[in-house]
Each structure stands twice: as C-alpha cells, then as structure tokens.
C-alpha cells in the first residue's frame, strides 16, 4: 500500500507560479513511476505529466509543456510539480498517482495503483 497526500494547491493570478508537492508513505517510493494529472469542473479527468521511478525521464501534456516542471526527491518520497505561467485554464484539481515498476502508458490513469485526494489550484484571471 501507498499513501499519497498532496499539497501546495491555492488561489494564484494568471501567469503566476504555484509548486505542487505530493508525499508517500508506505513502500518503497522509488520503486513507482510518478503521474500528475488534473480533472477542471464538468471535464473528465486528465493527464499532464509524469516522471520514471529514477527521475531520468519526463513527459508532459502538449497544454503544460514548457511551464510545468515534474521533479522527485526519492530521499523525501516526494515528488512536484512546478507550474510557471498559469493560465484561466489549469484550474483544476490536480492529483497525484503511483504506478507499481511502470515505465509505458503513463499517460493513462487507468495505468496507476495509487492515487492521492487532490488538491484544488485556481487561477484568476
């Protein structure tokens, strides 16, 4: 079992910045693949990025690369997304999810063990 907790969601003006955190507990940490994914009111839920259990590789939705930044501290079992310039657009809530030795199809939820409880980021405009 993986527990995932997020946090660092908030109230922020367009082109600001927010950093996300999402800290495990439970199993090895290292051992999971790391997703970000977003779901805004009345939209299904959707994939923005994701990250390889050693961090060597990342991958980003077409609508956040370039301004999001996913990144881990496998020391702290916690990974983050850095988010740059916000758009009316991302807001959303934004979960974090675990997948169990995955390295393919990371860009699908239906990919992933665990998932945290979200955590709401809004952007003014």
């Known amino acids: 079992q993986v527990q995932l907790v997020e946090s660092g969601g908030g109230l922020v003006q367009a082109g600001g910045s927010l950093r996300l955190s999402c800290a495990a507990s439970?199993?090895?940490?290292?051992?999971?693949?790391m997703g970000w994914f977003r779901q805004a009111p009345g939209k299904e839920r959707e994939f923005v990025a994701h990250i390889t259990r050693n961090g060597g590789s990342t991958y980003y939705a077409d609508s956040v690369k370039g301004r999001f930044t996913i990144s881990r501290a496998n020391a702290k079992n916690t990974v983050y997304l850095q988010m740059t310039s916000l758009k009316p657009e991302d807001t959303a809530v934004y979960y974090c999810?675990?997948?169990?030795?995955?390295?393919?199809?990371?860009?699908?939820?239906?990919?992933?063990?665990?998932w945290g409880q979200g955590t709401q980021v809004t952007v003014s405009s």
């Open positions: 999810a675990a997948k169990y030795w995955g390295s393919s199809g990371l860009e699908t939820e239906n990919r992933y063990d665990y």
């Open positions: 439970g199993r090895a940490f290292s051992d999971y693949a």
